[in-house]
């Protein structure tokens, strides 16, 4: 199993940062693959595939740690591509909420 669980949707409360923008003054840190929970069951696959996917977004993925669970909230791409390089960790900003 890549990640821990698959989820469908958000768990946790609304913590109110919608752009990378929002997200640039929580610094990045290593996060193991088989630690998250996913907050989205699709995946777009011209999205895992493109070469500049991250162009006009944050270049770490976004993560939610809520209650103890880590919940990755943007950048599924990014975690798919890592685990397909069969590399267990992931650069992403966590936030803390709740």
Known sequence: M?????????????HGRESSQ????VPP???R???LVTTKRNLDLDTLLADDSTF??????????YRGVLYLED???RAVRAALH?????HARVLTVG
């Not at 890549?2 to 609304?14: E, H, M, S």
């Open 2 to 14: 890549i990640f821990k669980a698959v989820g469908d949707g958000r768990p946790y409360p609304d």
């Open 22 to 25: 929002d997200w640039s003054d």
């Open 29 to 31: 840190r290593q996060v």
């Open 33 to 35: 693959l088989d630690e």
């Open 56 to 65: 006009f977004g944050d270049l770490f993925a976004h993560v939610v740690e």
């Open 75 to 77: 950048g599924l791409h």
């Open 86 to 90: 069969q590399r267990p960790i992931l």
